[in-house]
């Protein structure tokens, strides 16, 4: 068990999860903050081949000054939908499952105020394997906690929370294929752009990059980054919100040009790759 740990820092990368509660009550917690429980890393890719072993540790924290958590750790498969939102779904149930690879301690892990606790992930990969390209699993961890009312009260709703740890394991040779189609302005609120991206793949393809808005003598006058993930096989309707950013004139006519690569291209030998964005013109709303 580790002590003393960067709790500020811990948590800029977690994931959390509200899996439902048990009352007569909808829950939602709107930060890992809220839940006071941490995990790192909350995404792990790693490249496999059949028959490989290999070892990760995921790391729990408890950011609470004075409430002791425990949880129970588990497995479960998971996907991206259409927008971009996580879809758990019970281990082995998918065709791309790895849960069958996976062995993991402690099965559960109890947490005193500003503690942490290393979990052992160990992978074994088969040495046949149906499919190339990406297989996943989540690890979870899992609690019960009372929910307060304004004064700090229990109130009697004991609500379910999960934190999520995703991998993604990539047996190799495989491809990433993002293609970028369908951007435009939304009819429906001029603030924001729209675009489709497919990857027929059959590993993620991971994006990152930058959306520069010129005015007509080509000056930047505003500049978002961008960033979203689509899985193998996979559509994303990707959006980016106008509406933050500085400089812009209402009524004013400016092109949006973009520099967008995708970081992981197993094909490339995973060097980043470009992906193609047709510029776009529109008028500020």
Known sequence: MKLGLNIKNFFIASILLCAGTISLAAFWA??????????????????VKPGDRHRQIITIGNVHKTKTISMTMGLADWTLNDNGQLALSPPGESERSSADWIRFSPASVTLKPETSMDIIVE????????????????????????????????SGVWNR???????????????????????????????LLTMSIKNDGDAHARLKGTAFVKDKTGKTVAESPMSAVVLDQGTLNYALNLDGLEG????????????????????NKFKATRVDIAPLDFRAP
């Open 30 to 47: 709107p930060s890992a903050y809220a839940f006071g429980i941490g995990v790192q890393p909350s995404t792990v890719e790693m490249t």
């Open 123 to 154: 992978i074994s990969v088969p040495y046949k394997i149906k499919h190339k390209g990406d297989h996943r699993f989540a690890l979870l961890a899992t609690t019960l906690l009372p929910e307060t009312d304004e004064r700090g009260d229990v």
């Open 161 to 191: 929370y999960q934190l999520a740890s995703l991998f993604y394991l990539t047996v190799t040779p495989s491809t990433s294929n993002p293609v970028i189609s369908n951007v435009a302005i939304s009819n429906t609120d001029k603030k």
């Open 248 to 267: 812009l004139t209402s009524g004013t006519d400016y092109r949006i040009e973009f520099d967008m690569k995708n970081t992981f291209a197993p094909q």
